[in-house]
């Protein structure tokens, strides 16, 4: 069915940290809301009170009509070791909670509930909505388009990560809500996953409200955007799309400063001339009485008449200062400032790989022959599951080859951020977890480091396996900054970072002199980072591709 969300003067925050206030939104059908801000703005925080999971502090939120199905869709973390795909699926798309309240319903009819009749019809009405008729033979031919050839009675958590992205894909393209809201779906998805992904959102008839920080992905997709500002507490909402609201919101911006220093200029202009004319009415005053004693009257009347003059002139100007209307000075952001600490030069060979094969359950990777030298900056990309991340693990040394030799050469400092960001997942403190990786700092110097990370006292003393994704990443690329290294090795990292986190790693990329090897299916970053190899992996073989980005 057709349907359109309404939130009306939202207010939402943590403690009395408030997050946004007098939030209005109107989703209608076909509508496509990119929903920005930095970590911790709120984002997903107002996802979860559009979704009902969460009451807000003020203002309603309301469907027309009333029983439509809102399927709230977040990015999960963890696959939960007692579901099967087919459950898991069932689950995504709201089927599985369908079908309870449809059992329930049944139940009431064979009791002879009252009010069982309409129970019963309301509750197969939602469940056919939903797809449950057919969910099983469309899961099949979703799961073999998208190339999850495995059996769906098998538990989530035996899949690989390739295949649990492409079982997230398939409970996305599987799902018939009135209105979506999805929450990073992109994190994890290849190439192919994103296009899918792009196809499905476009060609949705429900509305959509959607949280990302894969920027072509927000600019093939959304019509509009609503950005949580943190810094001034402030909602605005832009129309055009993702690429006209980054225009858009550097004029406003620039407005903004422009509107501020105008002021600023008139309140300093108006405010010295105030203290000139009273410096010449005070010494007016002290003239007119040193001269008291004179007795030309005319004199004194004129210097009594100027100071007057004086006076009254202030009192103006003070009454100008009154009536300038106060233009609020824009706040600051907090900025990440990146920079990748580099360890000395390492031998011309960085890495070698020659006749490597690994193999790792039904998967092989290789034979693989490869040399990485010196400031070679290497882009790796592959769809999920060809095998990138194993040859990154080749590489290093992390795995073991079951054929062939692979070495790093002399003085390679190697600086990771893996996909997994495994070094913060362990239940010690975050402050602790960092401070093992570099001992040489001290405990001070870790929490100012951190902090310039957006991770302050809140964060450090936390279990490092309690932060979020995002956090978790940026502990990982603080530690790219505290300690130097000369093979940089970048495992998707921009899943889960902010928009402005994103930005400032690709200008600490720009000046970084080392050994870059970066995986990444973010298509922005393969443009704006200079690379100069494009290895591909397909099926566990690598190959050199043509060409190299020239940002």
Do not use: C
Not at 127 to 132: E, I, K, P, S
Not at 158 to 175: E, K
Not at 321 to 349: Q, T, Y
């Amino acid at each position: 069915m057709s349907a359109t969300l309404v939130a009306k003067d939202l207010a939402a925050g943590h403690g009395d940290r408030a997050l946004f206030s007098g939030l209005d939104l109107v989703v209608a059908p076909g509508d496509v809301v990119g929903l920005v801000g930095v970590n911790g703005a709120g984002k997903s925080t107002l996802m979860r009170i559009l979704a009902g999971l969460l009451p807000p502090e003020h203002g309603t939120v309301r469907l027309s009509p009333p029983t439509a199905s809102v399927g709230y869709l977040p990015q999960e973390r963890e696959r939960r070791a007692d579901e099967t795909v087919a459950e898991f699926l069932a689950r995504r798309t709201g089927v599985a909670a369908a079908q309870r309240a449809l059992d329930t319903a049944t139940e009431g009819l064979v009791e002879g509930r009252s009010g069982a009749d309409d129970e019963y019809a309301a509750a197969l009405d939602r469940w056919l909505a939903l797809g449950g008729a057919d969910l099983e033979d469309r899961a099949g031919e979703v799961a073999a388009e998208l190339g999850l050839a495995v059996d769906l009675g098998l538990p989530m958590a035996a899949l690989s990560g390739g295949q649990a992205a492409r079982a997230g894909m398939a409970s996305l393209l599987l799902s018939r809500y009135d209105v979506f809201l999805l929450d990073e779906p992109t994190n994890d998805l290849d190439l192919d996953g994103l296009e899918r992904l792009e196809r499905f959102v476009a060609g949705l008839r429900a509305g959509t409200v959607l949280v990302s920080h894969d920027r072509e992905f927000l600019a093939r997709t959304v019509d509009r955007v609503v950005e949580l500002d943190l810094v001034q507490r402030q909602v605005r909402s832009y129309g055009g799309g993702y690429d006209g609201y980054l225009a858009e919101r550097e004029i406003a911006r620039q407005r903004a400063r422009d509107a501020y220093e105008e002021y600023a200029g008139t309140l300093t202009a108006l405010r010295q001339r105030a203290l000139t004319q009273r410096a010449w009415m005070e010494k007016g005053v002290k003239n007119a009485r040193r001269k008291a004693s004179d007795n030309d009257k005319v004199g004194r009347n004129f210097r009594t008449e100027a100071t007057e003059k004086q006076a009254a002139k202030a009192r103006q100007t003070e009454r100008m200062i009154e009536r300038l209307e106060e233009v609020e000075e824009p706040r600051k952001e907090w900025e990440l400032r990146m920079e990748i600490a580099v360890a000395p030069r390492s031998g011309a060979v960085v890495a070698t790989l020659r006749d490597a094969v690994v193999r790792r359950g039904g998967f092989t990777l290789g034979p693989v022959d490869l040399q990485i030298g010196w400031a070679e900056r290497v882009a790796i990309t592959g769809a999920n599951g060809s095998g990138k991340s194993t040859l990154l693990g080749a590489l290093l040394g992390r795995l073991p080859l079951q054929e062939g030799h692979a070495s790093l050469g002399p003085g390679v400092v190697v600086g990771e951020v893996d996909q997994a960001r495994g070094l913060f997942l362990g239940g010690e403190p975050l402050l602790d977890a960092f401070g093992a990786a570099v001992p040489e700092m001290t405990p001070a110097d870790v929490r100012t480091l951190l902090a310039k990370f957006g991770l302050r006292a809140a964060h450090v003393l936390r279990p490092a396996a309690t932060l979020s994704p995002g956090e978790r990443t940026r502990a990982a690329l603080a530690l790219l900054q505290g300690r130097g290294v000369n093979l940089l090795v970048l495992d998707e990292p921009t899943n889960h970072l902010d928009l402005p986190a994103i930005e400032q790693l690709e200008s600490a990329l720009a000046v970084y002199p080392g050994t870059l090897l970066l995986v990444t299916h973010d298509r922005r970053m393969l443009e704006a980072v200079h690379t100069t190899r494009h290895i591909h992996v397909e099926a566990g073989r690598i190959t050199e591709q043509p060409g190299a980005s020239a940002s």
